[in-house]
């Protein structure tokens, strides 16, 4: 494989010699600012190597680098060594930035020249790139070509999987019903139309679902809102009858996926919204500069509300998926003490669990099952070449969630397999003590994720420890399972949690070489009351699955937090034991024990 990259990159060199190119960019992103992409467009990791789902590769003439986060610094070094790509850690004191590193590459040059490929970067990404580098090396950036469509000649072609229907008993709002909140909202806002290039989003406003992505229910389409009609861009191939004469009843137009682009050149309305930062370039710049209307799109918030059917549709989701969780774990040691289960038995055995559910529609992302030094790698993923056995000791973190009709789930679960040593019990404990502490949290409507994200770190903190990644993420209803606007982390994200949002908890430890714990529930956020300082949230547990507690050291919890987590685990054992074997039960009220 490094002969191959390296290869790659040999090649790419000389189309960019032959076409005047100093560099190129190639992000994570397909036309839809999607987190994870069809096979066509994963341009990066056919130029890296790097198979994680976000980084940015760049190559110049004469070296070459990607940068990604501390999701994937470990995974990033094994997969990046022996090629030409020097690792950047993002956040990492002294990393440059992309732009930074290419002024200081391309200084030397006389009339340098940067391409990025305009139809995967957005609008607001490839502006700032184009300033920043005139700014700062009088650096050109050109976003008119794509040297992959040469040099990747086995390359997959656009999906074109059939699109089906998402039930209103699932759904819980008609597709008109949603248009005419979009068209209130777009009439406040000083706009008569909305281009939607979000896939998730399409898929929600429309009711409808599709498997062009790797374990995300969506299709690769764009909609636009405009005055007097909506239009669906999409290769007509995809739409089975059904679905045909579903849109048609809703009065939703069908035009080819290719053709948005001359749609919006003459889009007749007065005021188009799109979100610059989600847009990509050549579809922003298509449209007439007086009738663009920079702004968020309401739909991400919108599609982040759950309403009721949704909210019960996922609490029925929650309890099949933590019937299936159990069945595993109640499996899980006898299985290991035998002997002759690895990373990727655990996994097949979990996924085959989850399969035998009603309404089981695939899994929401690849399973992470990381037995001691592996669970310390945050997006570890088994394969042949790294699969390992896993022993009656230590411990092992697995991550894992499902598609059903009705939800999507997330779950990690972190559990002791034999004898540990004392420090995996104490930093098991504290990722705990973070994980109920957010469980625990209220807090006044208008709060954002970021404010809450040092409830779930504090205990953390206070011994030295922190991890990198964010403490939340929203999780689609049957969509994808990382959703937005809305996240508990470090970094600022303004956006305030609302009553309907679903939302992870999941801090964690890594230490790396040796272990790794994380802990998480998918929560619902939910009133809590109303006070003389106002509306107060909190946060509904909507996971339903024990938490190990063999690894816990007492001592170190608190009353509150002793009484929180025997409170869910009776709830856990009221809801699953009706549906479990007499074996599975019995193995249930002895995980679920008060402590």
């Not at 976000?54 to 995974?75: C, K, M, N, P, Q």
């Not at 030397?108 to 990404?125: K, Q, W």
């Not at 281009?195 to 998730?200: I, K, S, W």
């Amino acid at each position: 494989m490094i002969h191959t990259i390296n290869e790659r990159v040999g090649r790419l060199r000389l189309w960019m010699k032959e076409n005047g190119f100093s560099a190129f960019v190639f992000p994570s992103s397909d036309p839809h600012n999607s987190e994870y992409v069809a096979d066509h467009w994963k341009s990066r990791e056919w130029i890296s190597g790097f198979s994680g789902s976000a980084g940015t590769a760049v190559v110049t003439l004469e070296h070459a680098a990607l940068w990604t986060d501390s999701r994937y610094f470990i995974a990033a070094e094994k997969e990046l060594k022996g090629t030409d790509f020097q690792l950047m850690k993002l956040r990492v004191e002294g990393t440059p930035s992309v732009t930074g590193w290419l002024a200081s590459e391309l200084c030397g040059y006389e009339s340098a020249v940067v391409g990025v490929d305009g139809n995967v970067n957005s609008f607001t990404e490839v502006s700032s790139m184009e300033q920043e580098l005139m700014t700062i090396g009088n650096i050109t950036v050109r976003t008119d070509a794509d040297p992959l469509a040469v040099l990747w000649t086995d390359r997959p072609v656009i999906p074109d999987n059939k699109v089906c229907l998402h039930p209103l008993e699932y759904a819980g709002e008609t597709t008109a019903s949603k248009i005419g909140r979009i068209r209130e909202y777009l009439s406040g806002h000083g706009a008569d139309g909305l281009l939607v290039t979000a896939l998730d989003e399409i898929a929600w406003v429309l009711n409808l679902r599709g498997s062009d992505v790797h374990c995300n229910p969506v299709f690769v389409s764009y909609l636009l809102i405009s005055p007097g009609k909506v239009t669906l861009y999409i290769n007509n191939v995809k739409l089975p009858a059904g679905v045909r004469g579903y849109l048609a009843a809703e009065h939703i137009e069908v035009e080819p996926y290719e053709a948005v682009v001359e749609e919006l050149r003459g889009y007749a309305g007065k005021s188009l919204l799109v979100d610059e930062s989600a847009a990509n370039y050549m579809l922003t710049t298509a449209v007439t500069f007086g009738k663009l209307c920079g702004g968020e799109s309401p739909v991400a918030t919108m599609k982040a509300v759950k309403n009721k059917v949704e909210q019960d549709s996922f609490r029925a989701a929650m309890l099949r998926d933590g019937i299936a969780v159990v069945k595993f774990l109640a499996w899980l040691k006898p299985a290991v003490e035998a002997g002759g289960q690895t990373e990727i038995s655990l996994d097949e055995r979990l996924t085959a669990l989850r399969a035998e559910q009603p309404h089981f529609k695939g899994i929401s992302f690849d399973t992470i099952v990381g037995y001691e030094a592996h669970g310390a790698i945050v997006h570890y993923e088994a394969t042949p070449d790294t699969d390992v056995p896993v022993e009656p000791h230590g411990l092992v973190l697995i991550d894992s969630g499902a598609q059903y009709v009705d939800g999507t789930t997330d779950i990690t679960r972190t559990i002791a397999l034999g004898d540990l040593t004392d420090e995996q019990r104490r930093v098991y404990t504290l990722v705990l003590k973070g994980h109920l502490q957010l469980g625990m949290c209220r807090f006044p409507a208008g709060t954002c994720g970021s404010q809450i994200d040092a409830i779930a770190r504090e205990p953390l903190w206070r011994e030295g420890y922190n991890y990198m990644h964010g403490t939340g993420h929203g999780v689609g209803s049957y969509l994808n399972v990382h959703e937005g606007p809305h996240q508990i982390r470090m970094e600022w994200k303004p956006v305030p949690l609302q009553a309907g949002m679903t939302v992870t908890n999941e801090p964690g430890l890594y230490l790396e070489g040796k272990f790794g714990v994380r802990i998480e529930n998918t929560l619902l956020v939910v009133p809590a009351e109303t006070t003389a300082f106002g509306d107060f949230l909190k946060f509904e547990t909507l996971t339903l699955a024990p938490i190990d507690t063999t690894p816990i050291v007492l001592d170190m919890l608190s009353v509150e937090e002793r009484e929180w987590l025997n409170g869910y685990h009776r709830r856990v054992y009221e809801s699953l034991s009706p549906h479990l074997t007499e074996g599975e039960k019995e193995w249930l009220r002895i995980a679920t024990l008060s402590i």
